[in-house]
């Protein structure tokens, strides 16, 4: 069964910085994108990070230069390292899988098939 659990949310500081990470179980963990998503209250879910099969990172516009994706192979952990968090990226995130190995996670969440249940990321002044 796969299953994908998030871990590391919480409460940071306006121009803080935090790192969360996806543990995952179940699938060819280094032949699959993986990707983060998050959702704030009253906004659309939209998509924040992904690695490709081979380990090459892609942001969305609003957070390249300030968050980092990657993984690690050894322990099948997938990780979203943050700074300079504002409150405008406070939200819900999610870790997400597609269906098969040969298929990028994009930016719209089209053929993801796996999701997790979410960490929560609050950051305030």
């Known amino acids: 069964q796969v299953r994908l659990a998030e871990s590391g949310g919480g409460s940071v500081r306006d121009g803080g910085s935090a790192r969360i990470s996806c543990q995952v179980s179940?699938?060819?963990?280094?032949?699959?994108?993986l990707g983060w998503f998050r959702q704030a209250p009253g906004k659309e879910r939209e998509f924040v990070a992904a690695v490709s099969h081979t380990d090459s990172p892609y942001y969305s516009h609003s957070v390249e230069g300030r968050f980092t994706s990657f993984r690690d192979v050894t322990t099948q952990t997938f990780y979203l390292q943050m700074h300079n968090l504002s409150p405008a990226d406070t939200g819900v995130y999610f870790c997400a899988a597609p269906s098969s190995p040969h298929t990028l996670v994009v930016r719209s969440g089209y053929d993801i098939r796996y999701w997790g249940s979410g960490t929560l990321v609050t950051v305030s002044s």
């Open positions: 179940g699938l060819a963990f280094e032949s699959y994108s």
